[in-house]
């Protein structure tokens, strides 16, 4: 069964600390992954999209990686800020003729003063 | 100019009722999409069109019907309104189809069945 796990399912930081997001998947074959952003109240945001041949894609603070041989991803937040408070959802697709894109459930990441 | 617009975005209605959503993109893009996040958070395709035409169609119950008129529009009405379709709807636009396009989301439609 192809699935999309996140961890932890909600972290709490101060301001100005890095944070580490994981996901581990078992899509198969793969395509890409991608890694959203959710404000409260909107719809996702792309933040990075890596294919089997990437190891890592920055954005900013945002820096993804990605190792296909364990199947998992990690997004590292460097220097948090406020307005990173939202949810990150690790999005994976899979690379068969049709349509297999499966959403994590999401971390929910709060950022402290 | 907002890329992906929908309308309404709250929506309160009892059982039984019929109601739709509206979606709209300014941006050009050939595929659209609607997704239902649940309480759980999980994002779940639910229909996809291209070029006006349907390309994917999850197991939805068939009292939600898409249509889109042009491009530019995707728009969701549902049927006889369960307790258990209370859930955020966002509709979703890319480029093309296939999953190297990025796709663009709405602001999101949060229904509430009671």
């Known amino acids: 069964k192809n699935q999309v796990e996140q961890s932890p399912q909600s972290l709490i930081i101060l301001e100005g600390k890095n944070c580490t997001l994981q996901?581990?998947?078992?899509?198969?074959?793969?395509?890409?992954l991608r890694w959203y952003k959710q404000d409260t109240g909107r719809g996702p945001v792309s933040l990075t999209i890596m294919t089997f041949s990437e190891n890592t894609k920055s954005n900013g603070r945002y820096t993804a990686t990605l190792d296909a041989d364990t199947k998992q991803s990690s997004l590292h937040i460097t220097a948090s800020q406020l307005s990173d408070s939202a949810s990150y959802i690790c999005v994976v697709s899979g690379d068969t003729g049709g349509f297999k894109t499966i959403f994590g459930a999401g971390t929910r990441l709060f950022v402290k003063a | 100019d907002t890329a992906v617009s929908q309308t309404p975005k709250y929506l309160v209605t009892q059982m039984g009722n019929d109601k739709s959503i509206k979606c709209e993109q300014n941006l050009g893009h050939d595929t659209m999409y609607w997704y239902k996040q649940d309480s759980k958070k999980f994002l779940k395709i639910m229909f996809s069109?291209?070029?006006?035409?349907?390309?994917i169609n999850e197991t939805v119950p068939n009292r939600f019907s898409p249509k889109s008129p042009d491009k530019a529009h995707l728009n969701l009405h549902i049927n006889s309104l369960e307790l258990g379709d209370s859930a955020v709807y966002f509709c979703?636009?890319?480029?093309?189809?296939?999953?190297?396009?990025?796709?663009?989301f709405g602001p999101g439609t949060r229904l509430t069945v009671t």
């Open positions: 069109y291209n070029n006006k035409e349907l390309i």
């Open positions: 979703a636009s890319s480029q093309d189809v296939g999953e190297v396009y990025e796709q663009y």
């Open positions: 996901c581990n998947y078992t899509v198969s074959p793969f395509s890409n």
